[in-house]
């Protein structure tokens, strides 16, 4: 079969997990057998093969490459999001590939950049489209639904305006794919992909040296760990507020520098560490429960399949996709950020789980080979 993946960023520019969900699943359809290409946005144009991948980059259509997002003026980055969600002036440069190309499918991993532009683009030569939600960027510009520290119920006035035209094009796909039942479901309320086969397919993690599991450091107290983005959407406050004491909690992550100072002079408390960047097998071979407190609804959650591949159980809150990746009493918990109890009460059953022999971690579910079979068999259906 022959697959074209659109991808906002690409290896080696990568902004979160959707690129690294892209990059597993394109190498992990080469080594099935199938011919994979990317077509993604970069600084300039080129060409280059990486890993069997054949890699189309693309310079940007718009005002400015998002990847730069951080440097922009409020005002360009309203026209930025304007541009993009129904981007004419990528047409050529992406049709030029498509119809050399000659894909089975389009697939659209991630769509900033690309623009959804490309639904169309790609239905009226006649191929097939498959789209994966890995965010709420169809919904809103800022992409996460969060806003004054909660969780917006559905689209305001001016998400509904600006993605307007992002909702037109959603009839052009033909498939589409949720990371997580939730993202997917809030998409389907809000009137997009009606014409389009559903189906869930969590993101893949990438396998680990089963070593490092068994070297894991085994500690006379229990280590704690929070891993993310320092932002209040994550929960990083609500964690510091309501962590015991008498208990060591390591912060592995990066945020705006006022604000992790804020952060470090509000929760001066020496069983509370500042850890900074890590890489992810230095982080789960030093903790041993990891919280993830998100206030806002993530659509998946990468670090809880992560964790529980090197048989660390998770404690998240009830938010978004996180409570379909972890079954009480066996991977981990579910807490509600707004009862302290319940999360205190949680704390103390995740510690009591960790000690027990009644853990039971899922081997398969988020395996690449399966992901990717699980794409294989959805891109034949729709096809």
């Given at each position: ?294 206030l806002w609804n993530e659509p998946f959650g990468r670090i ?80």
């Open positions: 079969m022959k697959i074209l993946i659109a991808s906002a960023l690409y290896y080696p520019h990568i902004k979160g997990g959707g690129e690294i969900s892209t990059q597993i699943l394109a190498e992990g359809l080469v080594k099935q057998g199938h011919s994979v290409s990317v077509v993604t946005i970069a600084q300039e144009n080129g060409e280059e093969i990486l890993n069997g991948v054949k890699i189309y980059r693309l310079s940007t259509s718009n005002i400015y490459w998002s990847f730069n997002t951080n440097n922009q003026s409020k005002i360009k980055k309203l026209l930025w999001h304007t541009v993009d969600a129904y981007n004419i002036f990528i047409k050529s440069k992406f049709e030029k590939i498509l119809l050399q190309e000659q894909p089975d499918i389009v697939h659209s991993s991630t769509i900033e950049d690309i623009s959804s532009y490309i639904w169309k683009v790609s239905k009226l030569h006649g191929f097939k489209v498959v789209h994966t939600l890995r965010s709420y960027t169809s919904l809103c510009p800022n992409a996460i639904m969060f806003k004054n520290n909660e969780n917006c119920d559905g689209q305001c006035i001016s998400c509904k305006l600006i993605t307007y035209p992002k909702k037109i094009l959603s009839s052009y796909v033909d498939g589409i794919v949720g990371i997580s039942k939730f993202v997917l479901n809030t998409h389907i309320k809000s009137g997009y992909f009606k014409n389009a086969r559903k189906t869930i397919i969590f993101n893949p993690i990438n396998d680990i040296d089963k070593n490092l599991q068994i070297s894991k450091k085994k500690n006379n107290e229990l280590l704690f760990g929070f891993v993310g983005r320092l932002e209040e959407a994550k929960g990083i406050e609500f964690l510091l507020e309501n962590f015991p004491s008498d208990k060591i909690l390591y912060i592995f992550g990066n945020g705006k520098e006022s604000y992790v100072n804020y952060l470090k002079k509000k929760f001066d408390n020496k069983n509370i560490v500042f850890k900074g960047y890590a890489k992810t097998k230095d982080i789960y071979t030093t903790i041993d429960i990891l919280i993830v407190p998100s809880v399949p992560e964790a529980n591949s090197y048989e660390i159980p998770v404690l998240v809150s009830n938010r978004g996709g996180l409570p379909e990746l972890v079954i009480n009493g066996k991977n981990g918990y579910v807490f509600n950020p707004n009862n302290t109890n319940d999360f205190n009460e949680k704390l103390n059953l995740i510690q009591e789980l960790y000690s027990s022999e009644n853990m039971i971690f899922d081997s398969k579910t988020f395996k690449e080979n399966y992901i990717v079979q699980q794409y294989v068999e959805f891109y034949k259906d729709v096809i």
